[in-house]
């Protein structure tokens, strides 16, 4: 079973920093797309970024030139370092992986991020 864990959450003033961490276990991770989503109250789960197995990147226009996601092949870690937040950056962060082989989607649980002024 493909497990995805997340860490790295909190509570941070705006303007601040949070870098959040994706630990993938069970799935070939050097090639696997993985992605960050979150999901404020109220509102739908949306695609934040995400990173190909070449460490091609893409990111949503609301976070782009704030946010950054990497990789750690040899630690199957992927990470969201998150500056200037915001306060409509607070949300509920998931980690999602695309099955190389499949092409299914596992999920993480996720982890909570709080903007406060």
């Known amino acids: 079973q493909v497990q995805l864990v997340e860490s790295g959450g909190g509570l941070v003033q705006t303007g601040g920093s949070l870098r959040l961490s994706c630990a993938a276990s069970r799935i070939a991770f050097n090639l696997t797309t993985m992605a960050w989503y979150r999901q404020a109250p109220g509102k739908e789960r949306e695609w934040v970024a995400d990173?190909?197995?070449?460490?091609?990147?893409k990111y949503a226009d609301s976070v782009s030139g704030r946010f950054t996601m990497s990789r750690d092949n040899a630690k199957n870690t992927v990470y969201l370092q998150m500056n200037s937040l915001k306060f409509e950056d607070a949300a509920v962060y998931y980690c999602?992986?695309?099955?190389?082989?499949?092409?299914?989607?596992?999920w993480g649980k996720g982890t909570v991020v709080t903007v406060s002024s």
């Open positions: 999602k992986a695309r099955g190389p082989f499949t092409g299914r989607d596992y």
């Open positions: 990173i190909k197995p070449d460490g091609t990147t």
